[in-house]
C-alpha cells in the first residue's frame, strides 16, 4: 500500500512538473524539430519522435516520419522507459506482448528505442525516441548518441521554460519560478518555516486610474520600482517574484520569522510616493501572510492561500491579513456557485421565481409585485440571492441571469393576464445590465413575444448603475419609458446620490432603501431622512415605496407621512406566483 501512495504521488508531481512547462498541445517549434530529424539521421531510423508522457496518452511535441499526433498510454513504449534512468529498447514491438495490438505495431512499426527526458527534480517528462519498420537493435556508441540528444532535447526545454518564468515587463521572476523555488527548498530543507508575503501596490481602481491617466505602460515601470523598494525593504534572504499586474510575491525563509513585522515594513516603504515618468504616484498597499512549513503544502496552494489573504487585506482597515482557512472556504463556495450557476441556467429545476406584493398604504390595495430569483442548488440547498446574486452580476453570467428573470418575470405576468388577475410586474436590473448597449431592446423584445404590454413592466435599477456610464444608462431608460415601460430607483438612499443625473432620469418611482424604514422606529436620525426623502419624491413628481416595512407601527408611520406604497414582512413575504392570490393579509387584497 505504501508503494502505491508513493507512486500516486510522485506520478501526481511528475503531471504537475509537465504541465508547469505547458508544452502539451502546443504548436510545432523549428528547435525541436531540428533535434529531431538530426536523431532520425544519426541513428538511420525513418521515425523519430519527441513524445511527452501525460495521465493518458503519449503525445508528440516533435516528429519525423509519422503522422500520429498521440496514442493511448497504455500501449506506448515511452510509458515504460521514463521508468528507467538509461535508453529504453524493444527489439521488436510485434512480439513483445506489451505492446502487440499498439497503434504503433498496426502502422507497421517493429523497432523502438527511447531516452528518457528528466527534470533536474527527476520528473519524467517522456522521451526522445526513434522507431523502425525492422526489427533490429542499437548498434555500438548509438546509446550514447540517443542520450546526449536527449540532453540536448531538455536543455532546449529548460531554455525556452526559463524564458517563462520572468516577467519580461519588470525582470523579476513570476509565479512559475516561484513554485520551482518552492519545490527546490521543500526537497532540501523539509521542515523548515517559511513564509509568502502577498503583496497589492495598487487597488484594482487605483491601477485603472493610473493606467488610464498616465498610460498602461506606466504601471509596468511603477512596479519594476515597487519591487526593488519592496525587495530592499525585506531584506537580503528575502526573494521576490512579480506574479500579477500590481501584485507581488515575498519568500521569507529562515529561523525565527516574524511575517507581521515584515508586512509592516513593506507597507511603510510603500507609504512614499513612486515617480513614474515624472509623475509621483502613491501606492495604497496591501499584503495577505501565509506561514507554512516547506514540504507540507504544495506550491500552488501556498501561492494561492497567499493570494487570497491578500484579497481579505484588501477589505481590512489594517492593509494586512493572515490566511484565514475560513475565508479561503467562502471563496472555494464562492468560486464554486459560479462554476455551477452556468448549469443552473440551463436546468428546468434550479432556478425560480418569487413575488413580494407591492401595497398601497392608502387603501391597502396591492398594486403590483416585485420579482425575486431563488436558486435551489442540487447539493446545496437553498442558496441566498444575497450570496450569489452579486457574485454572478460581476460576471459575464449577469447578463443571461437577467435574461432569465426578464423571460420568467413576463411569462407569468402573461399567464395572471390570461387568468383575468393582470398584475403589474417589477423587475431588477444590475448596473452592468444597463451597461449593455442592447437591454432594453431585449427587454422589449421578449415582452413582445409574450404579448405583454410593456406598460404592465417596471424596471427596478441602483444609483450605482449612475455612475458607469450616465449617458448610456440614461438612453435605456429613456427608450424603455417611451414604450411604456415604470422606471423605478431602488434602494434609494445608498448609492451614488447625484441629483443633477436624478433630475434627467426618466423615473417614475423611488424606493427607499429598507435599512432606513427599519431603523426610524428607533432612530430619530433616520426618521427624518425617510420623511425628508418621501417629501423630496412627491416634489419631484415620483410615487414613494418604502421597502422592508416589518411592524404596524412603521406601517401606519408612512402612512401618516403620505408615503404612496410599502413591500415587508408585515404585509408578505415574498411568495411563488401560485401562492401569490391566497391567503394572507396583502397577498389575497384586491
Known amino acids: 500500500m505504501a508503494k502505491l501512495l508513493d507512486h500516486v504521488v510522485n506520478e501526481e508531481a511528475r503531471l504537475n512538473a509537465l504541465r508547469d512547462l505547458r508544452l502539451l498541445d502546443s504548436p510545432p517549434s523549428d528547435s525541436f524539430d531540428r533535434l529531431t530529424r538530426l536523431a532520425s539521421q544519426l541513428l538511420a531510423a525513418p521515425v523519430s519522435t519527441i513524445s511527452l508522457t501525460d495521465s493518458d496518452r503519449q503525445w508528440f511535441k516533435s516528429k519525423v516520419g509519422v503522422d500520429l499526433t498521440e496514442i493511448p498510454r497504455e500501449q506506448a513504449p515511452c510509458a515504460y522507459a521514463i521508468e528507467g534512468d538509461g535508453v529504453f529498447v524493444v527489439p521488436d514491438l510485434s512480439v513483445d506482448p506489451r505492446f502487440i495490438g499498439s497503434p504503433l505495431v498496426q502502422s507497421g512499426i517493429r523497432f523502438y528505442a527511447g531516452a528518457p527526458l528528466f527534470t533536474r527534480?527527476?520528473?519524467?517528462?517522456?522521451?526522445?525516441?526513434?522507431?523502425?519498420?525492422?526489427?533490429?537493435?542499437?548498434?555500438?556508441?548509438?546509446?550514447?548518441?540517443?542520450?546526449?540528444l536527449a540532453g540536448m532535447v531538455m536543455s532546449q526545454i529548460e531554455l525556452q521554460n526559463r524564458v517563462g518564468r520572468v516577467d519580461p515587463v519588470t525582470g523579476y521572476a513570476n509565479q512559475f519560478q516561484l513554485f520551482e523555488d518552492l519545490d527546490d527548498l521543500a526537497r532540501r530543507e523539509p521542515g523548515a518555516p517559511?513564509?509568502?508575503?502577498?503583496v497589492d501596490v495598487l487597488s484594482p481602481t487605483r491601477t485603472e486610474y493610473a493606467a488610464r491617466v498616465l498610460g498602461s505602460e506606466c504601471v509596468g515601470t511603477l512596479m519594476q520600482q515597487a519591487l526593488g523598494v519592496v525587495l530592499r525593504a525585506a531584506g537580503n534572504s528575502a526573494r521576490i517574484y512579480h506574479a500579477d499586474r500590481t501584485r507581488c510575491v515575498l519568500l521569507l525563509e529562515g529561523g525565527l520569522l516574524d511575517s507581521a513585522a515584515s508586512a509592516d515594513r513593506v507597507t511603510t516603504?510603500?507609504?512614499?510616493?513612486?515617480?513614474?515618468?515624472?509623475?509621483?504616484?502613491?501606492?495604497?498597499p496591501s499584503v495577505g501572510i501565509f506561514d507554512f512549513v516547506l514540504g507540507?503544502?504544495?506550491?500552488?496552494?501556498?501561492?494561492?492561500?497567499?493570494?487570497?489573504?491578500?484579497?481579505d487585506a484588501r477589505e481590512s482597515a489594517q492593509g494586512k491579513a493572515r490566511y484565514n482557512p475560513a475565508s479561503d472556504q467562502r471563496n472555494a463556495r464562492r468560486f464554486a456557485l459560479l462554476n455551477d450557476f452556468n448549469a443552473a441556467l440551463a436546468a428546468s429545476d434550479q432556478l425560480s421565481l418569487v413575488y413580494q406584493p407591492r401595497i398601497e398604504l392608502a387603501s391597502g390595495r396591492r398594486c403590483g409585485v416585485e420579482a425575486l430569483i431563488r436558486w435551489t442548488h442540487p447539493q446545496l440547498g437553498a442558496v441566498s440571492p444575497g450570496e450569489f446574486v452579486p457574485l454572478v452580476e460581476q460576471t459575464a453570467l449577469g447578463r443571461p441571469m437577467t435574461d432569465w428573470v426578464v423571460r420568467a418575470a413576463i411569462a407569468q405576468a402573461r399567464r395572471w393576464m390570461a387568468g383575468g388577475t393582470p398584475m403589474p410586474v417589477s423587475i431588477n436590473a444590475s448596473a452592468m445590465n444597463l451597461d449593455e448597449e442592447d437591454f432594453a431592446e431585449r427587454m422589449l423584445a421578449t415582452a413582445t413575444r409574450a404579448g405583454i404590454d410593456p406598460a404592465h413592466l417596471e424596471?427596478?435599477?441602483?444609483?450605482?448603475?449612475?455612475?458607469?456610464?450616465?449617458?448610456?444608462?440614461?438612453?435605456?431608460?429613456?427608450?424603455?419609458?417611451?414604450?411604456?415601460?415604470?422606471?423605478?430607483?431602488d434602494d434609494f438612499g445608498t448609492g451614488y446620490s447625484n441629483l443633477s443625473y436624478l433630475q434627467q432620469l426618466p423615473v417614475s418611482v423611488l424606493k427607499i432603501d429598507q435599512a432606513f424604514v427599519r431603523d426610524m422606529l428607533t432612530s430619530g436620525r433616520d426618521r427624518l431622512l425617510v420623511k425628508t426623502m418621501i417629501a423630496m419624491g412627491h416634489d419631484l413628481g415620483y410615487r414613494v415605496v418604502a421597502e422592508g416595512i416589518e411592524t404596524q407601527a412603521a406601517f401606519d408611520m408612512l402612512a401618516e407621512w403620505g408615503c404612496d406604497e410599502g413591500q415587508g414582512y408585515l404585509m408578505s413575504r415574498p411568495l411563488p406566483a401560485e401562492q401569490l392570490f391566497a391567503g394572507g393579509r396583502a397577498a389575497c387584497a384586491a
Open 194 to 198: 517559511a513564509t509568502l508575503l502577498s
Open 296 to 311: 507540507e503544502v504544495s506550491p500552488r496552494d501556498a501561492f494561492k492561500r497567499a493570494s487570497n489573504a491578500a484579497d
Open 459 to 489: 424596471l427596478e435599477f441602483t444609483e450605482s448603475a449612475i455612475a458607469r456610464d450616465p449617458d448610456r444608462v440614461i438612453g435605456q431608460l429613456r427608450e424603455l419609458q417611451a414604450q411604456g415601460v415604470a422606471i423605478a430607483i
Open 121 to 148: 527534480e527527476g520528473h519524467g517528462l517522456g522521451t526522445l525516441c526513434v522507431v523502425d519498420d525492422k526489427a533490429r537493435n542499437l548498434r555500438e556508441g548509438e546509446e550514447q548518441v540517443l542520450l546526449d
Open 269 to 284: 516603504v510603500l507609504r512614499d510616493p513612486i515617480s513614474c515618468s515624472g509623475v509621483p504616484v502613491s501606492a495604497d
